[in-house]
T-cell receptor, first 113, second 111 residues
């Protein structure tokens, strides 16, 4: 049982390049989330998907897009990467609702030069 | 705006001592509370959750919730160097799809 799988683990981009971070969960969870984590800033929510077919903005959505491809997969796209997007990105999933803890993937460390 | 506050630390305790980590929250409608442990360079890992006032114990960990005072605590008994990590508090309000995370408290357990 893999849980939440993120790819890639590491990525270096040049300013202006695009890329998609992939996330898949095998726990049949309804809700999925994308966070970024920067030193001293804690976890900041970028986008979330409460259920298949829905997506909503979080605290820091600018410069990102998401796709809930199906119940298992939730991708995060950077259309034109900027150095300010250098961060560690975590995908998470939960059954949905306030009694459901989030389960995190192992993260993607992204550097934009 | 819903806020979750944690002392950033570091909290330094000797091996074998009790480490006490605290979290306060602003939304009185909050209904569930989670503690995560995050080792440096790793992802957050769920340790405990608590929904009702009082204490909940799991091995060396005890979560304490006081809704009237709007705080939740995590006690780690017999602290070990392997407990050295950042501990994140997450608070979830009823009717919301999004938990609010604190910025975490760094714990250092020294031999």
């Amino acid at each position: 049982n893999a849980g939440v799988t993120q790819t890639p683990k590491f990525q270096v981009l040049k300013t202006g390049q695009s890329m998609t971070l992939q996330c898949a969960q095998d726990m049949n969870h309804n809700s999925m989330y994308w966070y970024r984590q920067d030193p001293g800033m804690g976890l900041r929510l970028i986008y979330y998907s409460a259920s298949e077919g829905t997506t909503d903005k979080g605290e820091v959505p600018n410069g990102y897009n998401v796709s809930r491809l199906n119940k298992r997969e939730f991708s995060l796209r950077l259309e034109s990467a900027a150095p300010s997007q250098t961060s560690v990105y975590f995908c998470a999933s939960s059954e949905g609702g306030f009694n459901s803890p989030l389960h995190f993937g192992n993260g993607t460390r992204l550097t934009v030069t | 705006q819903k806020e979750v506050e944690q002392n950033s630390g570091p909290l330094s305790v000797p091996e074998g001592a009790i480490a006490s980590l605290n979290c306060t929250y602003s939304d009185r409608g909050s209904q569930s509370f989670f503690w995560y442990r995050q080792y440096s360079g790793k992802s957050p890992e769920l340790i405990m959750f608590i929904y009702s006032n009082g204490d909940k114990e799991d091995g060396r960990f005890t979560a304490q919730l006081n809704k009237a005072s709007q705080y939740v605590s995590l006690l780690i008994r017999d602290s070990q160097p392997s407990d050295s990590a950042t501990y994140l508090c997450a608070v979830w309000s009823g009717g919301s799809y999004i938990p609010t995370f604190g910025r975490g408290t760094s714990l250092i357990v020294h031999p």
